[in-house]
């Protein structure tokens, strides 16, 4: 059974805009349910359960992005694939993991030392995984730019 495509009723610059409208959306629809669950953790939601499908999506379309953008050759317009870039986004995730799960085990216990060591830990844990998916991303997006520079 062949599927046929359907023509297209938009013309080129038609076309480029609604591209740029489904980028704005699908960056939106990301960054959205990502504060979605951050506030949803803050303030209470005691059941991972009840984050669950959010996290699913949310992890879906960050996979799909990152893999397709590398697979493809792409890392960013502004940013460089390079340590320093790495460590400063590592680091601004790391931050804001500590800061979230300082305030989720210090509205749970009311411990402030254990509060704090609980969002020191997880910023470590966050620094270095971060890192070091950042690095190994970094070097298979280089090696795949390589690739698409050989066979052009």
């Known amino acids: 059974m062949k599927i046929r495509k359907m023509k ?3 013309d080129e610059r038609q076309e480029l805009k609604l591209l740029k409208i489904e980028h704005n959306g699908c960056w939106i ?5 990502l504060i979605v669950m951050l506030i949803q953790m803050i ?21 799909y992005l990152s893999i397709d953008c590398v697979r493809n050759g792409i890392w960013d317009r502004k940013l460089k694939p ?4 790495n460590i400063i986004a590592s680091s601004i995730a ?22 704090i060591a609980t ?10 995984l971060c890192l070091l998916v950042l690095m190994i991303f970094s070097k298979i997006y280089k090696r795949r730019v390589q690739k698409l520079e050989e066979d052009d």
């Open 43 to 63: 303030v209470g939601n005691d059941s991972i359960k009840n984050l669950a499908g959010e996290w699913v999506v949310f992890m879906s379309l960050a996979l």
């Open 8 to 10: 297209s009723n938009l």
């Open 94 to 115: 790391a931050v804001l993991a500590g800061i979230i799960w300082f305030s989720v085990s210090y509205r749970n216990y009311h411990k402030l030392i254990g509060s």
């Open 29 to 33: 629809a990301f960054w959205g349910l």
């Open 82 to 85: 390079n340590l320093k870039t």
């Open 119 to 128: 969002g020191i830990i997880m910023f470590v844990q966050v620094e270095i």
